[in-house]
Structures are given as C-alpha cells and as structure tokens.
C-alpha cells in the first residue's frame, strides 16, 4: 500500500513537518479488509524513501490531484513487473479516464464498500476495471490496522476520522464530487467511535473529520462518552456550528482544545457565489469570542482569489485574523479541483489556464482570475503567509488574548508551527518526532477561560 509523496515535495514550498503530521488512514482504513494473515507493507513517501523493487501480488496506490503524476509512474512500474494495480482515492474519483490506463481496478468514491469487494473477485479471479462505491455506512467497520503505521515517523500518529463527508456544498471543495450517487455525510456509530478512541494510547487526538460538529446528535453522544477519557483533541467546525446551542461547550469539556474553521472571505457576494451559505450572515467575531472564552485556539482558513476579491483583500485578512486573536492560518489561492462545481463553472466561462495538476495546490493560480491579476493574487498570498508569520504579529495575535495561558500557548503554538522549521528538519532526520508529543500536549492543555470558570462540571475533568 503506498502514498506517494505530493509533487511539492521538490518545490521551495516543502515543509517536511507539515507531512510529517498524519500518517495514511485511508489505505490503514482499507488494509483492515485484507486477511489478518496477509502480509502487506504501508509506505507513505513523505516519511520514507519508497521500497519499489518488491514483487507484490497487489499493489494499492492512494491519488491526490497533486500526486498524482507520481502515482501513476509507481503503478506503471508495478504493472509491468506483472503486480495487479489498484487506484483510488479524490482525484481518481474526480477522473476516472485518466487514471484508467495506469491501474487493473480503479475505485470512485469511499472504499468500504468496494475494496471488500473486491477483495472477494480477487480471490475469485473475476476482478472488474471500475469499482463504483453505492453502500455508505461506517458501521461496525472492522478497526483500522494502526499497527502497520510506523507511529515514530509522524508527529500526530493518533488521526482519527469517525465520520466521512460533511453536510454543506461549497462550490469549490471535493465533497460533492467525491460522494456523488450516494449519501456525501455519514457518521460512525457513536460507541464505536469511542472504542477506536480507547484504543489510541497517550492522550492527544487529530479529528480530520471535515466537520466534527456536522451531526449535533452524534457530536452530543461522543463529546459525552469522552467526558473523564482524559484527551485533548483539535478538529474542524463550521461558524454556524459554533453559534448553535451548546455543542460547543461539550466539545470543550471533552477536551477540544483547537478549532479549524472554514471563514473563508467577509465578502457575502464571494459566500453567495461559492455556495457557501452556512458563512452567509453569521458574526465571525461573536463564533471567535466563544471559542477564545472556552479556551480553544482557533486555525482559521481563507481563499484568496474570487471573483469579489481586490488587492487589499490579503492586509484586510491578515490584520482581521491577528486583531482577532487567530493562532494559526492557512491560506489558499482559489483551485478549481476537477468534478466540482467550481471547476465545471469555470471551463464553461473558458477560464481554466492548464490542467497541469501539479499546480493545482492551492498556492499557484490556474484559473483566469477577475478583481486581480494572477501577479498580484500569488504575490498577495505569499505576502500574507509571511506577513501572518512574522513575530510581530505572533506577539500581536497572542496578546489579543485575555488570560495570560492563552496568550502563552498562542505564542508557543503558532511560533513553534512556523518559525522553527531547522530544528523540526533536524527532529524528523533523527527520528524523534513523536518524542514532541508531550510538549504539544501540554501546549494543548486547558485554559481556565472565562466560560469554564463559570460552569462548575466542566472543570474538573481536564486539566
Ligand atoms: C490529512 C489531510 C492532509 C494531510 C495528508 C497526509 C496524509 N497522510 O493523509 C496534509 C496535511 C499533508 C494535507 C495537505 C494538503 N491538503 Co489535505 N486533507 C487531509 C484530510 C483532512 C484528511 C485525509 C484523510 O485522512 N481522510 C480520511 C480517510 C479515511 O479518507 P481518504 O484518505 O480519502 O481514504 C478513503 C477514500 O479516499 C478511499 N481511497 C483512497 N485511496 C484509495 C485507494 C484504493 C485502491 C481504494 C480502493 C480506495 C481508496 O478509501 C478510503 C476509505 O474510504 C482531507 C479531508 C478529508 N476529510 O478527507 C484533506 C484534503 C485531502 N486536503 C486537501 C488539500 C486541498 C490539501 C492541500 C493542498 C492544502 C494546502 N493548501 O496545503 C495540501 C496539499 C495536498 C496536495 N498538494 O494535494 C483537499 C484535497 C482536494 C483534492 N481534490 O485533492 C482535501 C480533500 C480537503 C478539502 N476539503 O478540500 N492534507
Ligand atoms: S464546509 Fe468545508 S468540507 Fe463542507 S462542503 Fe464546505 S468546504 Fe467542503
């Protein structure tokens, strides 16, 4: 089973941390399919060098849009040593065609469904060329093989993902594309998500749910069931989640410490355009308030590039995000990914440049853009990225804070992710990463905010 390495991994733009992060659940999530005698490998390119001179009976290859090209040169070099080649994944979901030619089975949509399939046609010998996801449960699916995750190699081995998909449409996310012909949000039973948690040792956990909060009545039950487990956790949440009732304050006080959240643009024309309308008409500011008196540090991200933006959309966005208290950003340059409505939207208009998918990373422009040039979007959007980065405004950011631990875990946090990347270099050479673990950990602790401090059960179970 193999991840390969995203084509960024040759550009100035490598991080080596931030692909050291998480290891590869969805091929660890396919792997629990296979017979627990089956002798199977799980490579992932971004922490090791690739072992390709094996002879394999089955090779399996996740596809990313932006690695895609890699993906297909490993699977060329299997298959001709005779191996049988599986791909699947977003961007082989997205273009079947052309991923067709390079594979002996290919797989649109989620595996749960399919990869036992045709795991069975395999032994069978009557495998077929397209493998079509139509059933979407995560129900009673058989644990994930986290012992084939070379845990030391990452510095967040616990991920997690207890749910697939998410509730909303924005225009230009992969969602819709990706679960087309079938339910696009789906949870895990809720006891059977707090036994995977129950078997992650140590305490921090990594939700890559694409929104934790999406099913309230799901959220309820595992935020209670892991009062008293003693985690602390980070995951993705929508504005609109955050200001509905009091899921929030459970979140908390099972030990959400960190928030990624969607905000996009301040533009309602930009919202309206994208489809993006769970942001339309919510205060940003009162969401933040929330979150910064429960304690939790918030990972804000925003597209640059639609179609209302203008040059000072990158200083508007970075003083609103370091006024506001923001921990860390991402930024994206606007990337019509193949299959979503964006992307259809824009070949009609005739604006798509190229289909040079290893440009599509959302940090080069691909797409003829309208209030800007291409120039001024790429230049804006390095600019905020060190702009949001510099020290003065780590200093600024974190003082926006009112408890003093706040302010101390924003500066550790956000001056720790982006301004020690030598020493990150030097930990990930020598092997040491998940020896880091402790000190995120205990960055991640609680902090008495405001809210907490006034509800007497949510203190004592963290700390
Ligand atoms: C973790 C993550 C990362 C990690 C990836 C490392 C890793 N080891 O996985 C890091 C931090 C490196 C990362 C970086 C980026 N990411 Co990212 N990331 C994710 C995230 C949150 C979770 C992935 C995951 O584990 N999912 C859970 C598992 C269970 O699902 P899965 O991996 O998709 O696998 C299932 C199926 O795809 C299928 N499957 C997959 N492969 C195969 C193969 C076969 C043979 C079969 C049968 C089935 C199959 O079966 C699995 C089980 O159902 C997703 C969002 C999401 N919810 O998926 C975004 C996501 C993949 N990222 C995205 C983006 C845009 C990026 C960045 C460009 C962002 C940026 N500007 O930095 C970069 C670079 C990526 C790139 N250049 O392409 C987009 C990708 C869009 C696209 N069309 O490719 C996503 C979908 C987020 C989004 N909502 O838009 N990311
Ligand atoms: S809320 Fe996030 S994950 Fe959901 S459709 Fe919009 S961009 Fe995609």
Redesign the pocket.
Known sequence: MI?PA?T?AKSPYWRPI??S???????A??AAYCDADDEITLQ?E?VETLQLNDDPQLV????????AYRAYAIADHYRSKGCYV??????VT?LPEEAMPHADSI?IG???D??PQ?LKDLKQRRTQKI?TSQQRTLHSIPPIRRDLIRRNLYLVPN?I?VS?GCPHHCDF???DAFFEGGRSFYVQKADEALAEIDRLPGRHLYF???HLLGDRKFAAALFDGMQGMNRVFQGASTVEAILRGNLIEQAAAAGLRSVFIGFETFSNHNLQQSNKKQNIGKDYTEAIRRLHDLGIMINGSFVFGLDDDNEDVFKRTVDWAVNNGITTC?F?ILTP?PGTALYKRMQQQGRLLHSNWDLY???HVVYRTNGLSAEQLERGYNWAYRNFYSWRNITSASLAHTELKHMLKHFAYAGGWKKFEPLWNFIIKTKGLNQMLPLLEAILSKVPGRQTLKHGPLQHSFN
């Open positions: 991840l995203l960024e931030k692909y992060l998480f290891p590869p659940l969805g091929l999530t396919l992932d971004h399996i290859i996740q596809v990313y849009i932006t690695n599986c791909l699947g994944g977003l961007h997205s797989f989620p595996g749960e399919t990869f045709f493998y991920s993902v697939r996310c992969y969602k890559l749910d694409d991402t994206h990914y990373d959302t940090r």
